[in-house]
């Protein structure tokens, strides 16, 4: 189990306070030795450090020991032995002098304290500084895209050797470090899925005396892959799709709004609407989605009409699905729109009435059985129809 860092530890210790001593303390104990454990002063985070104080020999009962450091803290530590070390694990930016004293009974059975000890430095190198990290081309993309982290060491002087970590959601992930010695490392992302929506940071670890010292984490980069749009729907005024030459004709293509800037493109017959026919085709004209209107449409313009949806994800324009099509008739005298739609509409409702009539026949047949003859049955009133005289 890793043990807590140094002055935190000191100061949450089960520190045994005792009694306070008489206003008339005898005089001081002599000084007790004070030494480090490995001798320092210069530590790494995460080091063990002991700290040994000593009371000399003649001291008296050795009744606990006091320990003090920097932030100007005091405490005291049970302990019959003549020595006590205390252990610790030492954190960033732990630094500054370490003093010590020792609480004993003389002979005589007064208790005293020892005079404080000479002050020992130590000194914990701090952690490397944070690094910055970014994506490109956008942090909200849709399935497929490719993602790019750049994970950037402050600019400095760049160790001997430095190696890179990718993070999501606090758990290494795979990346192409820089070489060695490098200020920054990537981590490229060919065609991004559903596991890539997380929080992204990266860290990364520095050479120091023989060990790896590791940086604090870079600030979080939260990374959204949405699914790709499904098609959009596109329908006509007037809805029946019949429309007279030199008409009005009106191309409604509608999607659902989502984070990305978006454009529409209108067709007929697979073939692109002209910009000289159509003009510029906007977005959000009506809502969700954009129109075409032809104000005076062309005899020759049936056919059978489709739009498309792209999203700019990242600088790349990404298309949707074309939206199903939808048929357009264009008569060539309008003043007989009316008799085309009505004719239309007769016929559909004549088709309708045949298969109804078909279907009820086929009803009646199937529903028919014959039962036969009982006796007392009259036979008289069964038709035989025209009979054919044997010869």
């Known amino acids: 189990m890793a ?44 080091d063990a450090v002991s700290v040994v104080c000593s009371a000399p020999p003649g001291a008296g009962r050795v009744l606990s020991f006091r320990f003090w450091g920097a932030p100007g803290w005091a405490g005291e530590a049970r302990s019959g032995r003549r020595a006590f070390a205390l252990n610790v694990t030492v954190g960033a930016g732990d630094r500054g002098a370490l003093a010590c004293a020792y609480r004993a009974r003389r002979r005589d059975g007064s208790e005293a ?44 002087p760049a160790p001997a050797r430095r190696h890179f970590r990718f993070l999501r959601d606090g758990r290494e992930v795979s990346g192409e470090a820089g070489p060695e010695g490098s200020g920054s490392a990537r981590m490229r992302v060919e065609r991004s899925g559903r596991n890539d929506t997380g929080n992204f940071s990266c860290r990364y670890e520095e050479m120091d005396e023989g060990r790896w010292i590791g940086s604090d984490p870079s600030q979080a980069v939260a990374v959204v892959v949405e699914e790709p749009s499904p098609p959009p729907v596109l329908w006509v005024e007037p809805r029946s799709g019949v429309v007279g030459a030199g008409q009005r004709l009106r191309l409604i293509c509608s999607a659902h709004r989502r984070q990305f800037r978006r454009r529409f493109r209108f067709f007929r017959d697979g073939d692109e609407l002209s910009d000289d026919l159509i003009g510029d085709v906007g977005d959000d004209v009506i809502g969700e989605g954009s129109q075409v209107v032809l104000e005076r449409i062309l005899p020759e313009f049936s056919g059978n009409f489709s739009c498309r949806l792209e999203e700019e994800v990242g600088g790349a324009w990404v298309e949707a699905p074309p939206s199903e099509g939808v048929a357009v008739v264009v008569v060539a005298d309008s003043d007989f729109l009316p008799l085309v739609i009505g004719g239309v509409v007769g016929v559909a409702s004549l088709l309708l009435a045949i298969l109804l009539a078909a279907w009820l026949c086929r009803r009646r047949r199937g529903g028919s059985r014959w039962r036969g003859l009982r006796p007392g049955d009259d036979t008289g009133t069964l038709r035989m129809g025209d009979l054919e005289a044997a010869a």
């Open 3 to 46: 043990r807590p860092s140094f002055i935190p530890l000191l100061a949450s210790l089960l520190l045994l306070f005792l009694p306070a001593t008489p206003s008339e303390e005898p005089p001081p104990l002599p000084a007790p030795s004070i030494s480090l454990r490995p001798p320092g002063p210069r530590f790494l985070p995460g």
């Open 113 to 156: 304290l020892s005079e404080p000890s000479p002050g020992v430095a130590i000194d914990v190198r701090d952690r490397p500084a944070q690094p910055n990290l970014t994506v490109s081309p956008s942090r909200r993309t849709v399935i497929g895209q490719p993602l790019l982290f750049l994970c950037a060491a402050p600019p400095g």
